[in-house]
């Protein structure tokens, strides 16, 4: 069997708006921004993930910087098969050996036929043998360790780079749903909009990352709050740059509007289950998954607001790559939760 598997490459991947995962061998191999950069003139790929997020926004007219995914889904089919291929190549395997390569890719709940579509066509596109699809809150579950096999009802937040995407789940299904697209790139432009609107200060994407990072919050009083975080800008008014301090009560007044619209989404998630398995939420309460987990207050905030207990995962970074490596090392068993090639016309 080792011989044999020297022909097969299975990949499990993550491909987020943010950030794409992927797992080969229960290990993380690739961690990397969904990013490309691209040669305007010939249309090469220059850069991927790290590297050409450190070219972002900084590039001259004959380089693009692209994310080639938005609100969770592919936007740009070619620099999105630009950059599969470039973060496979990462792995650093010997391609010649390849026989089979099987794939395992995570999608949101709300995507569209033809959504799906783009998802295989690039897989195919980098000479996937065979593809399988998984909903993001159920690779989320698996993820953490729920066995969603079972009649018990289970609650997933799993709040990414592009959408958050909030589910019910029992017997292998998703009962109910709502994904919105409201996540962490969502609460990055927020912050952005708030220091050129509160401050005259325009700084770019990475930055506001960074502002998220250091001091971001839900809430605008917290038990451990973090030190006030320093930002470079350009002054908007006399175009000099500039430096300013910001604190963690600011940047949560600035998500504010979004924590809402989480909040709303959750409702109505709630409203719409099955009275049985709102039993088994108020006992087992709500899971937090994806980047959007750590933003600090968030969990008691939506505890608050539910009046239900909220866990953080462990890691929620990886929960959901996590849950399509769980799904990609038995497709037998879970092939009930993961959507063939062949059901998308």
């Not at 200060?201 to 960074?210: K, S, V």
């Amino acid at each position: 069997m080792r011989f044999f598997s020297l022909f097969q490459q299975n990949l499990a991947i993550d491909l987020g708006t943010a950030n794409t995962l992927i797992i080969q061998n229960e290990q993380v191999v690739v961690d990397e921004p969904s990013i490309v950069a691209i040669n305007r003139r010939t249309e090469e790929t220059i850069a991927v993930g790290r590297r050409a997020m450190q070219m972002h926004e900084k590039t001259h007219e004959n380089i693009k910087t692209v994310r080639p995914l938005k609100d969770g889904v592919i936007a740009d089919f070619r620099a999105a098969e630009h950059m599969i291929k470039g973060m496979i190549e990462m792995i650093g395997t010997r391609k010649s050996f390849f026989t089979h390569l099987k794939m395992v890719i995570c999608i949101p709940s709300g995507i569209t036929e033809v959504e799906k579509r783009a998802v295989f066509e690039s897989a195919a596109r980098v000479d996937s043998k065979e593809t399988y699809l998984i909903y993001e809150p159920m690779a989320a579950a698996l993820g953490i360790g729920l066995d969603v096999e079972e009649p018990i009802g289970n609650m997933i937040v799993d709040i990414g780079g592009g959408t958050t995407e909030i589910a019910v789940i029992a017997l292998s299904g998703i009962v109910c749903d709502q994904s919105i697209r409201v996540a962490g790139d969502e609460f990055t432009e927020n912050i952005a909009s708030y220091m050129k609107r509160q401050h005259n200060i325009l700084i770019g994407e990475r930055t506001a990352e960074q502002i998220k990072i250091h001091v971001g919050s839900a809430l605008t009083e917290l038990d451990d709050p973090p030190a006030d975080y320093a930002v470079n800008g350009r002054d908007l008014l006399n175009g000099i740059p500039r430096q300013i301090t910001v604190t963690y009560q600011e940047i949560a007044a600035a998500l504010d509007e979004s924590i809402v619209s989480i909040e709303e989404a959750v409702i109505r998630a709630l409203e719409t289950t099955p009275p049985e398995l709102a039993s088994d939420i108020y006992s087992t309460g709500l899971y937090l998954t994806g980047g959007g987990a750590l933003l600090r207050g968030l969990d008691k905030r939506l505890s608050k607001k539910t009046q239900l207990p909220v866990h953080v995962a462990e890691d929620p970074l990886t929960a959901v790559v996590r849950g399509t490596s769980k799904a990609l090392a038995d497709t037998h068993r879970y092939r009930a939760i993961l959507v063939p090639s062949s059901s998308v016309s």
